[in-house]
């Protein structure tokens, strides 16, 4: 089957084929920026909210619900990728699911929780926009939806600032990773008028800065359910 190189699907499929190296290097702490910087930046954005219970869609390998299971909150945790759901359960995950984001937007994630957290995980575009109209209905009455994201004025790089789909690169990472998955940008404006479309409005951003360049190397989102 053909795939679009640019698309939702592309995604999805170079996922597949490099769950395995991104386990690895998440959890030997290969990534820096991750290292030093965002990590802990989302970690903390969430506790902020203090969640009874938090649903971590795009959980990848389970590094984030694992540490928020360790401060005695409930996660359920939510990948599209069957390998990244295994290991998050084998390692001590103790609610982890598969399922895309149109099956969520469909209605197939029955639950609601205090946070839903996205961090790095909202890469594509109709999918994205379909998963973030379906927030609402999975936040409990005050509850907060999490974005961490790549920072759009520095992920544009040489690029137009305008909305648009970018290949992707692993560039810094080892060989054991190929196919890079595509991604969509988004300008902050972009995310800001995606969010209010979907019945949300921002209530906090926040702008992560490397400790050595000075310069943000994500930005956070926090929004609610528009009254």
């Known amino acids: 089957m053909n795939i679009e190189p640019l698309s939702d699907s592309k995604i999805i499929d170079s996922w597949q084929r490099n769950a395995l190296p991104w386990m690895n290097a998440v959890r030997r702490g290969g990534i820096e920026s991750r290292r030093l910087v965002t990590d802990r930046a989302v970690l903390d954005a969430v506790l902020a909210c203090e969640p009874a219970s938090v649903v971590d869609l795009g959980c990848g390998e389970g590094w984030l619900a694992l540490a928020l299971q360790h401060n005695g909150i409930g ?4 990948d599209v990728v069957p390998a990244l759901v295994l290991a998050a359960t084998q390692a001590g995950v103790i609610d982890g699911r598969v399922l895309s984001y149109e099956a969520i937007a469909e209605g197939q994630l029955k639950l609601s929780a205090d946070v839903v957290v996205c961090n790095f995980s909202l890469l594509g575009k109709e999918s994205v926009e379909g998963l973030l109209r379906t927030i609402p209905a999975l936040l409990k ?4 939806l999490i974005v961490q994201t ?13 909305d648009g789909w970018r290949t992707g690169s692993w560039a810094g990472f080892d060989e054991a990773f190929n196919d890079a998955p595509p991604w969509y940008f988004r300008t902050v404006h972009a995310w800001l008028e995606l969010m209010w479309t979907s019945g949300l409005t921002l209530r906090e951003m926040r702008e992560p800065l490397h400790p050595q360049t000075g310069k943000p190397v994500s930005v956070i989102f926090r929004a609610h359910v528009r009254a």
Request: aromatic share 4%.
């Open 75 to 78: 996660v359920t945790a939510v």
């Open 141 to 144: 009455p005050g509850g907060s």
């Open 150 to 162: 790549l920072h759009p004025l520095v992920a544009c790089g040489d690029l137009p600032y305008v």
